[in-house]
């Protein structure tokens, strides 16, 4: 089965400086990875996603993320936080034994960015 | 244009109480999910439909639990005889496609449910 481990429940960075938010996978085919972003009291919002094409994804809101297959990593980065992505990240994938996308999510990474 | 609406935002009710929980997704979306956040279990798919038809609800916990979707458009999920471990945030999402389908899932702002 498909699943995803988000190594850090929270990550604590100053303001311009830069964010990694790390991912680890496990998949026996080659995974459909996501991220998605959770502000307060609002939906998941997606950020990215990885579909075996570029293993260098570019989302909105300046972030990025890198498939390494040989290290089984989908790690989200950003060269400089900004006050506005405090918030929660998932990192997502999708459980391919089903026929349709059944996300398989993460326990989340609370990004908090002090000033 | 509109994204994914769900209603009501909060509910508050007693325990034993019946509760039917709305979603509206995306003008044209064919594929509807819904899914549980909760402190303990984090988040849960619950159920999917293409169209009217649920090909997948393997996610709902208990037999209190259903849902419908009707012209395949609005989603109502129902609990029955609500237990405090219901409570949680109930998200909705809808894609344009099911199947493997490149397209994301948009998600609504979720209906927050407390049982009292």
């Known amino acids: 089965a498909q699943s995803v481990t988000q190594l850090d429940s929270h990550v604590s960075v100053s303001e311009g400086t830069p964010v990694l938010l790390r991912c680890n996978y496990s998949?026996?085919?080659?995974?459909?990875l996501f991220w998605y972003v959770q502000h307060p009291n609002k939906g998941l919002q997606l950020l990215l996603k990885?579909?075996?094409?570029?293993?260098l994804v570019k989302g909105i809101n300046g972030f990025e993320a890198e498939f390494k297959k040989s290290e089984t990593s989908f790690h989200l980065t950003k060269p400089s936080a900004h006050m506005s992505d405090a918030a929660e990240y998932f990192c997502?994938?999708?459980?391919?034994?089903?026929?349709?996308?059944?996300?398989?999510f993460g326990t989340g990474t609370r990004l908090l960015v002090s000033p | 244009g509109a994204g994914v609406s769900q209603s009501p935002s909060n509910k508050v009710t007693e325990k034993g109480k019946d509760v039917e929980l709305r979603c509206d997704p995306i003008?044209?979306?064919?594929?509807l999910y819904w899914y549980r956040q909760s402190l303990g279990q984090g988040l849960e798919f619950l159920i999917y439909?293409?169209?009217?038809?649920?090909?997948?609800k393997s996610g709902l916990p208990s037999d209190r639990f259903s849902a419908e979707r009707t012209g395949g458009s609005v989603s109502t999920l129902t609990i029955q005889r609500t237990q405090q471990e219901d409570s949680a945030v109930y998200l909705c999402?809808?894609?344009?496609?099911?199947?493997?389908?490149?397209?994301?899932?948009?998600f609504g702002d979720g209906t927050r449910l407390s049982i009292l």
């Open positions: 998949s026996s085919y080659s995974p459909s």
């Open positions: 997502v994938v999708i459980h391919m034994n089903t026929g349709f996308q059944k996300l398989v």
């Open positions: 999402a809808s894609s344009l496609q099911g199947g493997f389908g490149n397209q994301p899932q948009h």
């Open positions: 003008s044209g979306h064919t594929a």
């Open positions: 990885y579909t075996s094409a570029a293993t």
């Open positions: 439909f293409q169209g009217n038809s649920a090909p997948d």
